[in-house]
């Protein structure tokens, strides 16, 4: 397949935007639109049935004007290819489309993830007496990730209830590693009516790997430990951990265990009201569970 050039782009570009088309004003239609552009760019590759999604963060390659960063908007492919359509601005370059592997170019910051890890977005504000704390009906693999790997230690008693501060806490928590419950998270926010909160780059993130998270087809584009087994498939940054999709352990055997025993609670109260077809299928469920072993597959930077 032909690929799109910047040109192509540019009349789109102008059409959308109600921009009279010149070919000599391309330089001057496009520079600093950056998302706008790759908005455009990113619509044209999914006409052409390309899983392509326009985000947005920061960009610490090359600038003429000096600068170290610049925030910044691109096109992601597949999740594994950057298509920049106006990373020419920066080198002051004859325009084109950049297209290059996500591994091998850590300049691309999506979301200002590593931004965020260098200087932190926000912090815990202690709690003020009588404060109003927001109720959250988390299920328990959820709570537990939450307690264990999200806040500091010893900082939140119950993450079932958080006050507005902890609940910015929650929304600007790295979304990579929240992963394993990002969906759940995200969704009890929104029903909290705290969607405002969630940063619109992280929101877009999970947005867009949901299908592809729940088909076990995402391959995440940094150091990862990717956790396969019949409960799902999820990945944590290494120093955390995350076993089955069905809570934290860390050991697979224990994760196991416990998997093994809430079964077996909801056969012995299958049992107890006489639901035939819910044994059955529970009794599957723990033929199925001693049948399997986990499996960790690593990825390092460059690799694919």
């Known amino acids: 397949m032909r690929s799109i050039t910047i040109q192509e782009v540019h009349k789109v570009f102008c059409k959308k935007n109600s921009i009279k088309y010149s070919a000599k004003n391309l330089k001057k239609d496009l520079a600093w639109n950056c998302f706008a552009v790759a908005t455009v760019l990113a619509g044209m590759l999914k006409v052409r049935g390309i899983n392509a999604r326009a985000v947005y963060g920061r960009y610490t390659g090359y600038s ?45 910051d999506e979301g200002s993830r590593r931004l965020q890890d260098e200087i932190g977005v926000s912090k815990i504000v202690k709690r ?27 900082s939140v008693k119950d993450v079932r209830k958080l006050s507005i501060s902890e609940c910015l806490w929650l929304a600007k928590f790295d979304y990579f590693k929240l992963s394993p419950v990002i969906d759940e998270v995200y969704q009890g926010l929104i029903d909290a009516e705290h969607s405002a909160l969630i940063p619109v780059d992280f929101l877009g993130w999970q947005k867009a790997t949901k299908k592809e998270r729940t088909k076990r087809t995402f391959e995440p584009p940094c150091n990862f430990t990717v956790v396969r087994s019949m409960f799902g498939n999820h990945w944590v940054g290494k120093t955390s951990r995350a076993v089955n999709g069905f809570s934290v352990f860390d050991d697979f055997e224990v994760a196991k265990n416990k998997c ?3 079964l077996r609670k909801q056969l012995d109260n299958a049992l107890c009201d006489d639901n035939d077809s819910r044994v059955q299928e529970l009794e599957c469920d723990l033929d199925d569970l001693e049948q399997q072993t986990v499996e960790t597959t690593e990825w390092e930077p460059g690799e694919r």
């Open 128 to 154: 003020k007496k009588g404060e109003k704390l927001f109720a959250f009906d988390w299920s328990p693999p959820t709570a537990q990730f939450l307690k264990e790997y999200v806040f500091p230690p010893d």
């Open 64 to 108: 003429y004007t000096g600068r170290d960063w610049h925030q910044h908007g691109w096109v992601v492919v597949d999740f594994k290819e950057i298509h920049d359509p106006t990373r020419w601005v920066f080198g002051q370059e004859k325009p084109s489309i950049f297209v290059g592997p996500v591994q091998k170019h850590p300049e691309y």
């Open 260 to 262: 093994r025993d809430q």
